[in-house]
């Protein structure tokens, strides 16, 4: 079990891009007409955003954001990681084609970190290891996060083609040296025989498929990410940082409905985008924290499962305020 | 003090308790749940009954079940499971041999 704490952590902005274009379940035609009702009931998934753009221009688009969000300077970003899947083009990282991009600072830290839905998790906890190791008045770092994942679906595939949907989150983090009180912890674990239950494939014509087991990813689900939750909750020992929200990776409603009956919460603790915005991968956790962030300046949890198969917890200390925006494009 | 300070985490987590709501270890209730779940008839339906030949057998569908069992009894069926066993009577058998917890 890798439980890990970290002072002085500060999430200091978050930018969600989310494309426009809209697809409608219930106007899905791989689904029989009168099951799509169903569908989307069972799901908790009515609509999903589809990308005609590279996941590059997105993560561009909220850099550029969040560094206007924040009043960053490109000389004042320490680190950049991207979390993704979908890459175009995987060599160099993203990270360092973003780098020159948007012309950061040479002394800039930057790679990619291959990662699904419990991403953001691992992101924010990577980010949280190195922004204390830097030698710096107040280390800095971009964690960019998303996936262009409909990319990646056969089109007649009727267990992904509901599910997946593309978005991308951008989310800015500072390390105040002089704030020795813990401000994160994170759980991180991995269980590789689940490595079937999201995957890909190449197909007859060698293009790049991801398939899901859905029946394997409730069952790892269910399993492993209540247990995950309670056991970074008992190793806080402290009620002051009991979370206010329980802000969970957007699957789909059967399986984020059985965690939250397992862990028996009040569904109002629970913020939901499933209906709106569908499974989003990594970047689905910071869309739906920022639905709360106006009224939430205390600890949260954060859950990612899937792909991997890989469960990231992390218990927050959010500032009294943090800056945010969802823009469309 | 110092233990109940210990001991707050386990106030917050009251697991449900892991036990079946509905007795799917008991045969009629079992098929009465798989009719309505799966939206078949009970008449047309047996423990023989290939589960796969059920007409509303699909991807999802198959999902809902499954969760539902589990929300019912806390069985966990994988599709390693599903994909050695053939009929409903399987599914049956499996629910009564982990019923006592996770598996």
Known sequence: MAITKHSGIKIKGIVNVIPALNEDNLQLPIIEENERQKLVEQTGIRFRRTSKLPVKNLFSRGIKEAMQLTGWTNNDVDILICVTQTTELSIPSLACQLHGDHEFNQQTICYDINAGCSGYVYGLQTISSLLSTINSKKPRALLCCGDVSTHLLSPDDTSTQPIFSDAISVTAIEFDPNDDSITARFNLETIGKGQTAIYMEMNALNKKIMRLNGIDVFAYSVKYVPSNIEALIENAQKPDELPEIYVFHQANKLINDAVIRKLNLNIDCVPNTLNLYGNTASASIPITLCTRLSETNNWVLLSGFGVGFSVASALIKLPDFVPHKTIEI | ?103
Not at chain 2, 19 to 28: A, F
Request: charged share 25%.
């Open chain 2, 1 to 103: 003090m110092k233990e109940t300070e210990n001991n707050w985490s386990y106030i917050i987590f009251v697991r449900f308790e892991e036990k079946m709501s509905l007795p799917l270890n008991e045969i009629e209730t079992f098929l009465d749940f798989t009719s309505s779940e799966l939206s078949i008839s009970k008449n047309s339906i047996s423990l023989e009954t290939r589960f796969r030949d059920i007409p509303s057998w699909s991807s999802l569908n198959a999902l809902i079940y499954i969760s539902r069992i589990n929300e019912e009894t806390n069985v966990l069926i994988t599709s390693g499971d599903l994909s050695e066993i053939v009929n409903l009577g399987d599914i049956y058998k499996l629910i009564k041999e982990r019923s006592n917890g996770y598996n």
